[in-house]
Nanobody, 115 residues
Framework: QVQLVESGGGLVQAGGSLRLSCAAS????????MGWYRQAPGKQRELVAT???????NYADSVRGRFTISRDYAKNTIYLQMNSLKPEDTAVYYCRAVWNGHDLWGQGTQVTVSS
C-alpha cells in the first residue's frame, strides 16, 4: 500500500525559508503528477504547486517566484523549497499524488510563519 509522508514543516519568521519533503513509500507509477496543497484555518484547501512526470511545473500566483517544487525519482520524493515566507503562507501543507486513477494524499505538515 502506497503512503505519502510529509516532513519539514515548522515555525519560521517572515522572510525565512523552509523545505518540505514528501516521500512515497511503496510502489508508485512513475507516470504520476505530484503536488503540494495547503489549507489555512477557516479556508478551503488550495493548490500551491504541482510537478508532472516530465517535471513540468505549475504554481499558484501567490507563491510563484518564492516557492520551487522539484522531484527525485530515485528517492520517490518531491520537495517544496519555500523562500521569502510570509505570515499568509501559514497553513497545513499536504502532498498529493495522482496516477492511473489513484488519488492519494499525505497527512499534512504544519507551516507557521510569524510576523
Amino acid at each position: 500500500q502506497v503512503q505519502l509522508v510529509e516532513s519539514g514543516g515548522g515555525l519560521v519568521q517572515a522572510g525565512g525559508s523552509l523545505r518540505l519533503s514528501c516521500a512515497a513509500s511503496g510502489s508508485i507509477d512513475r507516470s504520476n503528477t505530484m503536488g503540494w496543497y495547503r489549507q489555512a484555518p477557516g479556508k478551503q484547501r488550495e493548490l500551491v504547486a504541482t510537478i508532472s512526470s516530465g517535471r513540468s511545473t505549475n504554481y499558484a500566483d501567490s507563491v510563484r517566484g518564492r516557492f520551487t517544487i522539484s522531484r527525485d525519482y530515485a528517492k520517490n520524493t518531491i520537495y517544496l523549497q519555500m523562500n521569502s515566507l510570509k505570515p499568509e503562507d501559514t497553513a497545513v501543507y499536504y502532498c498529493r499524488a495522482v496516477w492511473n486513477g489513484h488519488d492519494l494524499w499525505g497527512q499534512g505538515t504544519q507551516v507557521t510563519v510569524s510576523s
